[in-house]
Nanobody, 125 residues
Framework: QVGLVESGGGSVQAGGSLNLSCKVS????????LGWSRQAPGKEREGVAA????????YYADSVKGRFTISQDVAKNTVTLQMNSLKPEDTGMYYC??????????????????WGQGTLVTVSS
């Protein structure tokens, strides 16, 4: 069982920035694909970003490329999502995820099987 605790959400105006953090605990060994998903009100959850094998590969949804940056601190067991130039459509619950993927292409699909409780991001226009 792996524990995922997100923090850093909040309310910002469009164009602002937020930094989300996720503490990974428990049996995280072998979880080589860490990432973030989000769910806007009334919409399905979607993958946002992922990091494979401690930074060997990074993946982003087209909607956030150039604005969001995912990173991992292996020593601290944390994964962060720096979000810049936020837009109202970025509003939603953001969930941290940690999975095992047999290969990089599976991680790039930004589909995860388990998430934390989430942190709310609200971007106003």
């Amino acid at each position: 069982q792996v524990g995922l605790v997100e923090s850093g959400g909040g309310s910002v105006q469009a164009g602002g920035s937020l930094n989300l953090s996720c503490k990974v605990s428990g049996n995280s060994r072998g979880r080589n694909c860490l990432g973030w998903s989000r769910q806007a009100p009334g919409k399905e959850r979607e993958g946002v970003a992922a990091i494979y094998t401690s930074g060997a590969e990074l993946y982003y949804a087209d909607s956030v490329k150039g604005r969001f940056t995912i990173s991992q601190d292996v020593a601290k067991n944390t994964v962060t999502l720096q979000m810049n130039s936020l837009k109202p459509e970025d509003t939603g619950m953001y969930y941290c995820a940690a999975d095992y993927k047999r290969e990089a292409t599976m991680c790039s699909a930004l589909r995860f099987g388990s998430w934390g409780q989430g942190t709310l991001v609200t971007v106003s226009s």
